[in-house]
């Protein structure tokens, strides 16, 4: 049993059994369905016990303000949220109530004390969130990058940190994807992590990747203009592959 102060990668094939309690963080609802569902239902299969916080209500997440007004889409999203982690047998949540689209205006000191204080009330093994590069560009996903990291040092970096990532090879199967889904307008704003270098990875097949499927689906103001697009067996494939990077 590796000690909390080894941060040695581990790879794919180690057992959850590993990696302790699991502080999942991230700044709106259905990141955390795209980025780390299996492997927080992997964590809940080894017994385990599963944080998520979410950083915003993604009232602004809509193409249609009119229709969706924050004040009327974040209940929506709340909701899809509270289904969404019912699918992953997830039943810890915390919300950080800011505003969406706001992140990269608060102060990194305030983002990271509330992350560490959630750090030392939890107490994971291990914490995931996205990386520096926030995957997407997103100020508010990149501002929570810096807030975790921040507060993981604070804390003495005792929990392993691991940012999400994809690698060379999702770039490559998933090119005409990601552009038609606009998944990212600048490509240099796209992490890319060999796959030698990956600390996990979580491949879904199977009933995990339907449960992915379906905890995505929950999150229907957002995943279903996606689905549509792209057609459900494209979409169910294209994050069944989750791939994390440790931070150093």
């Known amino acids: 049993m590796r000690t909390h102060e080894d941060h040695r990668p581990v790879t794919a094939a180690t057992p959850m059994t590993d990696l302790g309690t699991v ?18 239902m992997n964590a809940r299969a080894a017994g385990h016990r599963v944080a998520v916080v979410t950083a915003t209500r993604g009232e602004h997440g809509t193409p249609d303000p009119d229709t969706w007004p ?5 209940p929506l999203r709340e909701r899809e949220l509270a289904t969404s982690l019912a699918v992953l047998d997830i039943t810890e949540h915390h919300w950080l109530d800011h505003r969406d689209g706001t992140l990269a205006t608060i102060s990194d000191h305030h983002g990271a004390t509330q992350i560490a204080d959630l750090i030392d009330a939890v107490r994971p093994g ?12 997103h100020p508010d996903h ?64 199977g009933p995990t990747l339907t ?19 792209l ?3 494209t979409y169910r494939s294209w994050w069944s592959t989750e791939y994390f990077v440790a931070a150093v």
């Open 126 to 137: 291990l914490i995931v969130t996205f990386g520096p590069d926030g995957m997407t560009g």
């Open 211 to 229: 449960r992915k499927y379906e905890a995505l689906r929950a999150h229907h103001s957002q995943t279903a203009p996606l689905i549509t697009l």
């Open 23 to 40: 502080l999942s963080v991230w700044a709106h609802p259905d990141d955390e369905a795209y980025l780390a569902a299996g492997l927080m």
């Open 231 to 233: 057609g459900e067996p």
């Open 70 to 74: 924050p004040e009327r889409l974040a």
């Open 142 to 205: 990149r501002a929570i990058s810096r807030w975790v990291t921040r507060a993981w040092h604070q804390t003495g970096r005792h929990p392993r940190l691991w940012y999400a990532t994809v690698t060379p090879e999702f770039h490559s199967t998933w090119h005409t994807v990601n552009t038609t889904a606009g998944l990212w307008p600048n490509p240099a704003d796209a992490p890319c992590t060999p796959t030698p270098d990956l600390a996990h990875t979580v491949h879904c097949a």
